[in-house]
């Protein structure tokens, strides 16, 4: 496996077909959710600043998409970073890939000192909460909504990072 940072010919295909896949046959979503996750996804891929924010695809050794996940820090200073785009591919599931994902993302927020990072899901994605909650991340909002065509329980999580310790002697005192 590796994993990429670098735009390719077909990334916004691959990451919006496994999302409309997956949330077509899990969940019943449809055509409202796959052109929201099409429009924001491609708006962010159009105003990414590599500097600040982070697309990162899993792919296997034949090229074959295995998962993704973003950070979409254009208001990090005010709400936070925001944890995008993250999914992992069916044949993937329980290897391990989801942390990787997680952990890397996270370890670029770090490396950029952002402070807060919060992302938005539902209740029963189950594996998913498990994975944000061992980082750290804290159910910060809930609501009963119907934005994709069937009831569900929104939520947001956020996760605080503490600032970097220094070790410099002259800072210590």
């Known amino acids: 496996m ?5 735009y390719y010919p077909g990334i916004i295909a691959d990451i919006l077909g496994t999302h409309a896949r997956y ?7 449809g055509m409202k959710f796959e052109a929201k996750v099409a429009a924001d996804l491609a708006g962010f891929v159009l105003n990414m ?3 600040r924010d982070l ?12 998962g993704s996940i973003a950070i979409d820090s254009i ?4 709400r936070g970073a925001h944890l995008r785009w993250f999914i992992v591919a069916p044949e993937a599931q329980r290897t391990g890939l989801g942390k990787q994902l997680l ?33 750290g991340f804290k159910l910060t909002e809930e609501q009963d909504a119907n934005t994709w065509g069937r009831a569900m329980r929104e939520q947001r999580f956020d996760l605080e990072l503490p600032p970097e310790e220094t070790t410099d002697s002259a800072a210590i005192g």
Do not use: M
């Not at 697309?55 to 295995?66: I, Q, T």
């Not at 000192?113 to 909460?129: E, H, K, Q, V």
């Open 103 to 135: 952990d890397r993302a996270l370890g670029f927020c770090r490396e950029r000192d952002y402070r807060r990072i919060y992302l938005y899901t539902f209740a029963g994605l189950d594996s998913a909460r498990r994975l944000y909650e061992q980082a």
């Open 75 to 78: 208001d990090h200073a005010g």
């Open 49 to 51: 600043n590599r500097d």
């Open 23 to 29: 949330y077509a046959q899990a969940w019943s979503f």
């Open 55 to 66: 697309l990162l695809v899993a792919k296997r050794p034949d090229e074959r998409f295995l």
């Open 2 to 6: 590796r994993f990429d940072h670098e």
